[in-house]
C-alpha cells in the first residue's frame, strides 16, 4: 500500500527515523493551506523550516514544538500573545 503522502529526506531521531514533510503535507498535517504556511515562512512566524535547493521540507517534531509554543488557555492570553510576538 503506498502513502499518500509524498516524504521527504528522513531525520534520525535516536531510535526511529521521522520523514521530513513537503510544504503541501506538513500544511495537511496542521490543517491549514500550503499558501498560509508559505506566508507564516515569510513573516518568521511559522514553524522551522529547511531550504533544499528549491524545496521547503519541515522536520514534525518542529511542527509539534511549533504547535506546543502556542497553546494558550483563554482567548484573552490569545489575543495578548498575538499582539506582542
Given at each position: 500500500?503506498?502513502?499518500?503522502?509524498?516524504?521527504?529526506?528522513t531525520?534520525?531521531?535516536?531510535?526511529?527515523?521521522?520523514?521530513?514533510?513537503?510544504?503541501?503535507?506538513?500544511?495537511?498535517?496542521?490543517?491549514?493551506?500550503?499558501?498560509?504556511?508559505?506566508?507564516?515562512?515569510?513573516?518568521?512566524?511559522?514553524?522551522?523550516?529547511?531550504?533544499?535547493?528549491?524545496?521547503?521540507?519541515?522536520?514534525?517534531?518542529?511542527?509539534?514544538?511549533?504547535?506546543?509554543?502556542?497553546?494558550?488557555?483563554s482567548?484573552?492570553?490569545?489575543?495578548?500573545?498575538?499582539?506582542?510576538?
Open positions: 500500500m503506498q502513502s499518500k503522502i509524498d516524504f521527504a529526506p531525520r534520525d531521531t535516536g531510535n526511529r527515523k521521522r520523514p521530513m514533510l513537503r510544504r503541501p503535507d506538513a500544511a495537511a498535517y496542521l490543517g491549514v493551506s500550503a499558501n498560509y504556511l508559505a506566508k507564516l515562512a515569510v513573516y518568521g512566524t511559522g514553524p522551522a523550516f529547511i531550504k533544499l535547493g528549491g524545496t521547503v521540507v519541515y522536520d514534525p517534531d518542529d511542527i509539534d514544538h511549533w504547535i506546543a509554543a502556542r497553546r494558550v488557555q482567548t484573552s492570553e490569545y489575543r495578548n500573545r498575538t499582539l506582542h510576538d
